[in-house]
């Protein structure tokens, strides 16, 4: 039986990202212990700024024009879509097609998240997954809660992130003029898409005050949007359910599918990368899936990939820990 909604049903294991490529042990990091950590000051300083300028967005909130509480959702939806279909399931791995029209929407998506370019964001995602907790992935969750939330980018990477980084391919995403534009001016777009855009319709449209705006549609919207996302490297990296396959550290862990619109289902996305839902189950609690879809039915997105029910079911037998797979805390079959 074929899963509804995709063109392709990958019905074996083997089909692995395109970048897999085996671990390897450089001469350059072979027997090195742990480097000391190299803290980056201006990241630091960076944080502490945003996080001290979110605690006056939290204050400002109620105070705000109801179309501005509207505006921080609609662009809580975009900044994460930008995220979820765009970077993560769309260039990192591929799990579907998209036209030029619904890659530069994705790719303004993406900008408005503020998580470094689409590029950047894809090879440390491709890293993540092919050496998962290990030296070579940026945010090896074995390093501990916080250096998997956000410690890993306020210090220099490990070498190895590096090293074997650079055994992986991203040809496709440098020939994407979508990428290879937004990477060159990305310090413009940034500041322009995520700041500027959210400050500057509630100003011009409603009458909202620039530093309420700015506070509470840029800041804060970013700040929450951040926090969300890294949990899915952190919070999903230790606290769930494994159905899937018990010898990893990933989890399905619902509270975060519910911020990540679709994202927490982390034990099954690490087995089946390429899975354009990242879970077993299309649309259940999957807002990223249904948008999809959506691009799908007219036309701008195509081939996509799902997993076969077969070789999911054949999988959780074989690996799982027994627990039924719906992103929730543990219930046995
Ligand atoms: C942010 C990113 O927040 C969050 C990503 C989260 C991912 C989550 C994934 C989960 C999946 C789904 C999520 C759903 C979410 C839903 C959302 C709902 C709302 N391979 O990095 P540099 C080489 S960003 C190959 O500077 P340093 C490369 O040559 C937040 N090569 O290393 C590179 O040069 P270039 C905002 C690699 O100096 C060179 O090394 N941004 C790789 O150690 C230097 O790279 C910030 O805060 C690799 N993987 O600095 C800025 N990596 O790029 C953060 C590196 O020219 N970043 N190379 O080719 C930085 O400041 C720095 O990266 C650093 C490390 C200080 C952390
Ligand atoms: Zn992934």
């Known amino acids: 039986m074929a899963p509804r909604n995709a063109e392709i049903v990958c019905t074996t294991d083997d089909d692995e990202i395109k ?16 480097p000391p950590m190299r803290i980056v000051w201006r990241n630091v300083i960076w944080m502490v700024w945003l996080h001290s300028a979110c605690i006056i967005g939290l204050y400002l909130f109620p105070f705000a ?4 509480w509207l505006w921080c959702v609609a662009l809580y ?5 930008g995220i979820t279909a765009g970077a993560h399931r769309l260039w990192a791995h591929r799990s579907y097609k998209a036209k030029l029209p619904t890659r530069i ?5 993406q900008t408005l998240a503020f998580q ?3 590029v950047e964001w894809s090879r440390d995602h491709r890293a993540h997954h092919k050496y998962s907790e290990t030296d070579g992935d940026p945010h090896n969750a074995k390093r501990g809660f916080f250096f998997a939330h956000m410690g890993w980018l306020l210090v220099r990477k490990h070498p190895d992130v590096k090293a074997k980084g650079r055994l992986l391919d991203v040809s496709d995403l440098i020939a994407d003029p979508v990428c290879s534009f937004q990477r060159r001016y990305y310090v413009w777009l940034v500041f322009a898409t995520c700041f500027g855009f959210p400050t500057l ?16 549609a840029g800041v804060l919207r970013y700040t929450i949007a951040l926090h969300v996302t890294w949990c899915v490297n952190s919070v999903a990296h230790m606290w769930g359910n ?25 034990n099954y996305h690490h087995v ?40 999911v079911f054949r999988r959780k037998q074989r690996t799982g820990d027994g627990t039924a797979g719906f992103g929730h805390l543990t219930w046995k079959k």
């Open 19 to 34: 970048n897999e490529v085996e671990p390897v042990v450089t001469a350059e990091t072979h027997g090195q212990k742990l």
């Open 65 to 68: 024009h109801p179309l501005t």
């Open 77 to 81: 939806m975009m900044n994460a879509l």
């Open 105 to 109: 929407l994705l790719a303004f998506f």
């Open 116 to 118: 470094n370019d689409i």
């Open 201 to 216: 319709v509630p100003w011009y449209f409603w009458g909202e005050s620039a530093w309420t705006a700015f506070h509470i």
């Open 242 to 266: 494994k159905p899937y396959d018990q010898n990893i550290n990933p989890v399905e862990n619902f509270f975060v599918a519910f911020g990540a619109i679709g994202e927490g289902y982390h």
């Open 272 to 311: 089946f990368p390429h899975d354009y839902t990242t879970s077993e189950f299309n649309w259940k609690f999957n807002p990223t899936s249904i948008f999809i879809d959506f691009l799908a039915a007219i036309g701008q997105v195509t081939d996509r990939k799902k997993m076969s029910y077969d070789m």
